[in-house]
């Protein structure tokens, strides 16, 4: 498929444990993006990375949380120690940069996180 | 400070043309206006953007009016399908990446 994939769909973890969440953006895509989405609640910015720099790492809610990018291409979200508040959907987002200007995000399907 | 103001929630009849209203009154003139929607349980999905002129796509219509301040989203035959909560969004042209979501409009299109 041509699409922002990620892994895994659906994850349930314990409190106090790590967990990783893999971004497969679009081929070509510099652009990447980091969302979530509590239940019920709007989606909450969280990282934006132009090839493998995040220059707004604005949104990350704690220290808990850290976000790489390798070769221009796959992103990871890592969250450590998680907590109950940590459960929400995580959106990934990739789009084209062409002379400066982001164009339209298309985005993953997400992955649902689950602290117990 | 919210960029856009939508309505909360609207109906539509199945097979009838669904409207959007979308308030943007501070926009600049270096911002486009996008729409996706959420259906449930899925990631947003792209619908259209727009900078002054009209757009069409093969999934809505885009009516900007003259002075920028509002536009509407047009569904032209909408289904159950499309159900879902639209988004309208500013977003700069130039080094302006977020895409703001604010509450969006929940759509329900009835049989």
């Known amino acids: 498929g041509a699409g922002v994939s990620q892994s895994p769909s659906n994850k349930v973890t314990e409190k106090g444990k790590d967990v990783e969440l893999r971004c497969d953006p679009i081929?070509?895509?510099?652009?990447l993006y980091w969302y979530r989405q509590s239940l019920g609640q709007g989606l909450e910015f969280l990282i934006y990375?132009?090839?493998?720099?995040?220059?707004?790492k604005s949104g990350l809610p704690s220290d808990r949380f850290s976000a790489e990018r390798t070769g221009g291409s796959v992103s990871t979200l890592t969250i450590q120690r998680t907590q109950q508040e940590d459960s929400a959907v995580y959106l990934c987002?990739?789009?084209?940069?062409?002379?400066?200007?982001?164009?339209?995000?298309?985005f993953g399907q997400g992955t649902r996180l689950t602290v117990v | 400070d919210a960029k856009t103001t939508q309505p909360t929630s609207m109906d539509c009849a199945e097979g009838r043309a669904a409207n959007l209203p979308c308030n943007h009154s501070?926009?600049?003139?270096?911002?486009?206006v996008y729409w996706y929607r959420q259906i449930h349980s899925q990631g947003p999905q792209y619908i259209i953007h727009?900078?002054?002129n009209n757009e069409t796509n093969e999934m809505a219509s885009l009516i900007i009016t003259e002075d920028r301040k509002s536009s509407t989203l047009i569904l032209p035959h909408a289904t159950l399908r499309d159900t879902a909560v639209y988004y309208c969004?500013?977003?700069?042209?130039?080094?302006?990446?977020?895409?703001?979501f604010g509450a969006g409009t929940t759509v329900t299109v009835r049989a």
């Open positions: 987002a990739s789009s084209l940069n062409r002379g400066g200007m982001n164009t339209e995000a298309f």
């Open positions: 081929s070509g895509h510099t652009a």
């Open positions: 990375f132009q090839g493998n720099s995040a220059p707004d």
């Open positions: 501070t926009i600049s003139g270096n911002e486009y």
């Open positions: 727009g900078l002054k």
């Open positions: 969004i500013v977003r700069g042209i130039f080094n302006d990446y977020k895409l703001s």
